[in-house]
Structure formats: structure tokens, C-alpha cells
């Protein structure tokens, strides 16, 4: 059975006074970066950052006491958030309550869908895709992030992003409307939240940046100067949600839903993996029990009106490293998430949305695979062939339809190889 090993799974509550001051620590360290991330991460999807917070507070009790993992840290990721946005932005109409309603029902089907592969034992067969197929597919995404976040970091107003090339040349043809109050933000947050990564690990640079740039818009009235600012983050109250779609709204977002739930799971069970191999737990990782608590704490998150989740590569390895032992420190973020939400989110309204921008560039910046590739073109040049071709088909054509273009190529070359 999935929950075979459920057992094992309760020590990892039970803990010593050196486990629990681990934790402690690990927990509010990724709290401080979780909650930055998760505001960007929610702007990302073209949502409420109320709904990126809930994501970040709540979906990840419930993975606690489900998933396998010791060190995944559960709630919004870029690319989950990418993906949600580029795919409901082609089905939805220009209101944005329907765009709202159609992320939290895609939350929904995403933990259906992951917790229907994790019943069936899907996890067993992750290890058939190749690993180039991935670094390729996220490599793309994370580039188009990036540019996704330029006119945000720039400060110049640009249309909704179709493609790679013409969103390329119109940030060209816009160069001359920079705003140079908001770009030096941006940038100076970049080159601080580089400095801040090489000298302190783990590094509190998201942290520093939203104090400094907060206090400096406050204090010298830059959004008066034309800098935009976060504004009022209506909290509102925790409420259940639940949402009678019909047949023809879910039929549209149900290929959405399989291939975020390929991704998210792809992403979290290799990060969970190296962590645990690292720490010489990896028998008791099971990639269908991680697919089942992914997929509970994406239905959470739906039922709390907030956005699809996934285990973020960055925060686990904070979480590791900051001496995580036990889910405790999952709980811990939770907790602190929660009551940033309603005594800490008031402070965050002179935030630079700039600042934000130059925190999600440097974060997905690490997610481009360049070495990976060079050495398969090296050694290996038939994974090259799949991580170029599902790059460019996710760059030129489309990043659901590149990611199915992929597939379908590495599937050929496997055929090609095993018929030669």
C-alpha cells in the first residue's frame, strides 16, 4: 500500500533538543524568504498576492503529515506559477474574477490529478523521463520568467506576454521609457541580492531587500516619483471555497492540470531526493506518497482560494542547510507565515514591485541549466538533442505544447537507440 511505511514517517516528529533548535532556526530562516517569494510567486500567476500567501501558509500543514520528505518546502514556485498563468491567460476572458476562480479550480484538479498518479503508483515510473527532457523544459521557463519580470523591473509598460520574440523586441522598441528611479531598484537589488548569495550562506538577500527598499521608498517618497509599490495587501479572513464548475470549464483546464502535475512533481521529488540522499534517508522517500501529499496540499490550497504549490528547490536546499532535521520546521514556517499575514503585511506596503521583480530574476536566474548542457554535448549528445529540442519548443511555440514536443522527441531517440 502507498502508506505502508507511515510508521517510519511519525519519527520524523520526534525529535531531541539539538533537532528542535535545528528546525526552530531552519524554519524561520525560510520563512523570511518564503514570504517575499510568495507574494512574487502570486504576482506571477497574475493573482492577489493574498493568494500567494494562503498557498505558502496552509498547503504545507497538510503535506507534513502526509509527504515523505523531511526537507521539502511546500507552497508557490515560479514555474508552477508561470505555467498557471500562461495556460488560463489562453482559455480566460479579460474578467478578472473568472481568471481568479479558474487558478483556484486549477489547484484542484492539479491535487486530483496527483493524488489519482500517486494512488496508481505513477511515482514508480519518474525515473523513465529523462532528466535533460527537465532541465531543458525548466531552463526555457526560467528564461521566459525573467522576461516576463522585466517591465515590472524596469518600470516601463509593455502588453501581456504571447512569445518569446516578440516579447524580446518589444522590450527593445520600449528601452527609450525606462524608468530610471524604478530600473536602478530593480538592478541595485540585483547586485545586492548576488553580493548577499556569495558572502552569506544561507543568505537573507530577499530579506535585506524588501527592509532597505522599503524603507527608502518610505522615507524619500519614491512612489510619489512615479516607483510602484505594493500597496494595501487585503488580508480578508480565511474562508472555505468551493466551486461548481462545468464539464466544459474543467475538460479545458484538465491537460493544464496533468502537465503541472508532471512538473511540480518532477521538481519536488528531485529535490527532495538529493536532500535525502544527502542525508542518508533517501529509503524512506516514496515517490507515490510524495505524489499523494503534493496532491493534498494543492487541494487545500484550492479550497482556501489560493494558488497551485509545489516543493520549491531553493527553500529546500535553505531548509537543509539551515539544519532542518524534522517536518517541525515545516510547521514552524507555516506557523510564522501565518501570523505574518495578519500583523506583518501592513508593513509591506511601500515594497517596490521592482524589488520583487530583481527577487524572482535572481531566484528561477539559478534554475538555467548552461553547464548541464555543454557537458551533454560532450558526453551524451543524444540527451543534448532532447534538452535543446524541448527548450526551443518551449520558447518559440508554446510551453505546454514544448513540454508535449519533448516527450514525444525523447521518446524517438529512445527508439531510434534501441532499433540500432
Known amino acids: 500500500m502507498v502508506f505502508k511505511r507511515l510508521p517510519e514517517s511519525k519519527k520524523s516528529f520526534s525529535y531531541n533538543g539539538q533537532q528542535l533548535t535545528g528546525d526552530v532556526t531552519a524554519g524561520i530562516i525560510v520563512a523570511f524568504l518564503l514570504l517575499p517569494q510568495s507574494m512574487a510567486y502570486a ?91 527537465i532541465r531543458g523544459f525548466i531552463t526555457a521557463v526560467a528564461l521566459i520568467i525573467i522576461f516576463n519580470q522585466l517591465d515590472v523591473l524596469l518600470g516601463v509598460s509593455l502588453s501581456v506576454y504571447q512569445n518569446f520574440f516578440s516579447h524580446f523586441v518589444e522590450i527593445i522598441l520600449h528601452f527609450k521609457e525606462i524608468h530610471l528611479l524604478t530600473a536602478g531598484i530593480g538592478l541595485g537589488s540585483i547586485f545586492l541580492l548576488k553580493i548577499c548569495k556569495k558572502l552569506i550562506k544561507p543568505s537573507p538577500g530577499p530579506f535585506i531587500i524588501i527592509l532597505i527598499s522599503i524603507l527608502l521608498v518610505d522615507y524619500f517618497s519614491w512612489d510619489e516619483l512615479g516607483v510602484n509599490v505594493v500597496g494595501s495587501i487585503t488580508r480578508g479572513e480565511i474562508v472555505f471555497t468551493f466551486l461548481y464548475p462545468e464539464w466544459k470549464t474543467l475538460l479545458m483546464l484538465m491537460p493544464l492540470g496533468l502537465v503541472i502535475s508532471l512538473i511540480s512533481f518532477g521538481e519536488s521529488y528531485a529535490v527532495a531526493r538529493s536532500l535525502d540522499e544527502k ?27 489560493a494558488i497551485p504549490v509545489a516543493g520549491a528547490i531553493s527553500r529546500s536546499a535553505v531548509a537543509y542547510q539551515s539544519g532542518a532535521k524534522t517536518k517541525l520546521a515545516l510547521l514552524i514556517t507555516s506557523g510564522f507565515m501565518l501570523l505574518s499575514i495578519y500583523f506583518i503585511t501592513p508593513l509591506f506596503y511601500y515594497l517596490p514591485q521592482a524589488a520583487l521583480a530583481a527577487i524572482i530574476i535572481v531566484a528561477v536566474s539559478s534554475l538555467i541549466s548552461v553547464r548541464e548542457f555543454l557537458e551533454d554535448c560532450r558526453y551524451n549528445r543524444n540527451d543534448a538533442a532532447v534538452f535543446l529540442i524541448t527548450f526551443l519548443a518551449v520558447i518559440f511555440v508554446d510551453v505546454l505544447l514544448g513540454f508535449i514536443i519533448g516527450i514525444l522527441f525523447s521518446i524517438s531517440v529512445r527508439c531510434l537507440i534501441k532499433n540500432a
Open 279 to 305: 542525508a542518508g534517508e533517501s529509503k524512506n522517500l516514496s515517490p507515490n506518497r510524495e505524489l499523494i501529499g503534493l496532491g493534498s496540499a494543492n487541494m487545500t490550497s484550492s479550497i482556501f482560494g
Open 43 to 133: 504576482q506571477i500567476a497574475g493573482v492577489p498576492v493574498t493568494m500567494g500567501l494562503y498557498a505558502a501558509a496552509i498547503p504545507p500543514i497538510i503535506y507534513a503529515f502526509i509527504g515523505s520528505s523531511r526537507y521539502l518546502s511546500i507552497g508557490p514556485v515560479s514555474i508552477v506559477s508561470l505555467l498557471s498563468f500562461s495556460g488560463i491567460s489562453s482559455i480566460a476572458d479579460n474578467n478578472e474574477a473568472s481568471f481568479i476562480e479558474l487558478v483556484i479550480l486549477l489547484a484542484f484538479i492539479v491535487g486530483v490529478i496527483q493524488i489519482l498518479l500517486g494512488t496508481l503508483r505513477f511515482g514508480t515510473f519518474f525515473h523513465y523521463i529523462p532528466a535533460s527532457l
